[in-house]
């Protein structure tokens, strides 16, 4: 069983310095995409405080189809341009947002969630998906944690093959 060898220590720039070198160990040796993806989710899940879900969503055409994650039971198809994570998708922009009920058009897939962080996953020109990460507390996320999350998904992208087949 994995257990992260770093205490929780709000946000810091060397906490997740700690936490790429262990996801880099967690996925040495493993390049599947959906292995990976499913792994990506349940660390983060694991080593950052006051989440409530965590996980991927993939680009199909216009529309985000919900991929690997750790939560509650979610929105299975969410189109571009529409909720967070389709705005994301649509601007292939980091979407940081302190008050989810704030925010014109929020889905709310678990009304427990009061903050979201989502992060396009761009692979050369193309969109792949999103990560989206939601918190039940409000203002959850820093300019620190999403800086963090960009760095995390840059290296699951680097040890993962972006191909599957079925």
């Known amino acids: ?65 919900l991929g690997p994650y750790v939560g509650k039971v979610a929105c299975t198809r969410i189109p571009f341009g529409r909720g967070v994570c389709g705005k994301a998708a649509m601007t292939a922009t980091t979407q940081r947002i302190a008050n989810v009920h704030e925010f014109e058009g929020h889905i709310a897939c678990d009304v427990a969630s009061a903050s979201e962080l989502v992060v396009p996953l761009i692979v050369g020109d193309a969109l792949l998906g999103v990560f989206d990460i939601d918190s039940p507390k409000v203002n959850r996320f820093s300019e620190v944690d999403q800086i963090g999350i960009q760095t995390l998904l840059a290296t699951f992208l680097q040890a993962t093959k972006i191909q599957w087949s079925i």
């Open 1 to 65: 069983m994995f257990t992260p060898d770093t205490p929780f220590s709000e946000s810091s720039e060397c906490y997740y310095q700690s936490l790429n070198e262990q996801l880099a160990a967690l996925l040495a040796g493993e390049t599947d995409f959906i292995c990976n993806s499913a792994q990506f989710s349940a660390f983060i899940m694991q080593t950052l405080d006051d989440l409530n879900w965590a996980g991927f969503y993939f680009a199909r055409k216009n529309e985000l189809v």
